[in-house]
């Protein structure tokens, strides 16, 4: 696949943990994406070699295949870690290879009366890109829950953005499940506890029930069970878990 070139437009804070990194595309053909998919930036190590980090594309897309010039991403910073440094470091108008787009995690072209998508940290962007489809599926009668775990308030990333669209839709419910420290003033859908809490309560259509799941990979995989358990068939249970590349020389 041919690389990408991104160049640094600028950095916003979403949490004292977490930035929504704004990147211009540069690439030879159309860079053409289905809202869901990711990047895979490449990063040198100290020792000359190459190494991945992948990320969803957060920017909510026009439609949901389209070419975008444009691109956001959102990025936990962890201590020591590779991609930290290196992002963290750079000053707009800087860059970075890529490639990309990858992945499947995407609504898939049969419309379900009810779709799950839950997530915790980061693994809510897709979901954010996915906002223009989701709400044409609304409008056709579609009912989707928009379940985000966070251990407090501020890791309800882009939670403006799902708001608007509960208040606009009574068929979109976006569900904040905080495990740690609830707020003050509470939403009305504000659930405390870990997701699973919170979907352990409800009972599936499993024949017209889709559930899509991206995050922590322990919630990923007990989510996974529990839905199971619950007797939603595996292929309407839609996974997303990155696998990034092994190092390689440049």
Same mark, same amino acid.
């Given at each position: 696949m041919t690389p990408l070139k991104l160049t640094m437009l600028g950095m916003d804070a979403l949490n004292d943990n977490t930035v929504n990194i704004r990147l211009k595309v540069d690439s030879k053909q159309p860079f053409v994406v289905i809202a869901g998919q990711f990047l895979r930036l490449h990063f040198t190590q100290d020792d000359g070699l190459?190494?991945?980090? $992948?990320? $969803?594309?957060? $920017?909510i897309f026009p439609e949901e295949k389209t070419i975008m010039n444009e691109v956001d991403i959102a990025v936990s910073? &962890?201590?020591g870690g590779l991609a930290t440094e290196k992002l963290s470091k750079m000053q707009v108008g800087e860059t970075l290879e890529a490639t990309g787009p990858y992945g499947r995690f995407c609504l898939l072209p049969d419309t379900h009366k009810r779709?799950?998508?839950?997530?915790?940290g980061t693994g809510v962007t897709p979901y954010r890109a996915m906002l223009k489809e989701i709400e044409l599926r609304l409008q056709q009668g579609s009912e989707f829950y928009v379940v985000m775990g966070a251990q407090d308030e501020t890791?309800?990333?882009?939670?403006?953005?799902? &708001?608007?669209?509960q208040q606009t839709y009574d068929n979109f419910h976006y569900i904040p499940c905080l495990s740690r420290v609830q707020r003050e003033?509470?939403? $009305? #859908?504000?659930?405390?506890?870990? &997701?699973?809490?919170?979907?352990?309560?409800?009972?599936?259509?499993?024949? #017209?029930?889709?559930?899509?799941?991206?995050? #922590?990979? #322990?919630?990923v995989d007990d989510t996974f069970s529990l839905l199971k358990e619950k007797g939603m068939p595996v292929p309407l249970i839609k996974r997303e878990k990155y696998i990034s590349p092994a190092p390689k020389k440049k």
């Open positions: 190459e190494t991945f980090r $992948s990320y $969803s594309i957060a $920017s910073w &962890v201590p779709y799950f998508l839950i997530a915790t890791g309800l990333l882009y939670q403006a953005d799902f &708001v608007a669209m003033e509470q939403g $009305s #859908n504000d659930q405390a506890g870990y &997701v699973q809490t919170y979907l352990a309560q409800h009972d599936f259509d499993t024949e #017209n029930d889709i559930a899509y799941l991206c995050g #922590n990979p #322990n919630m």
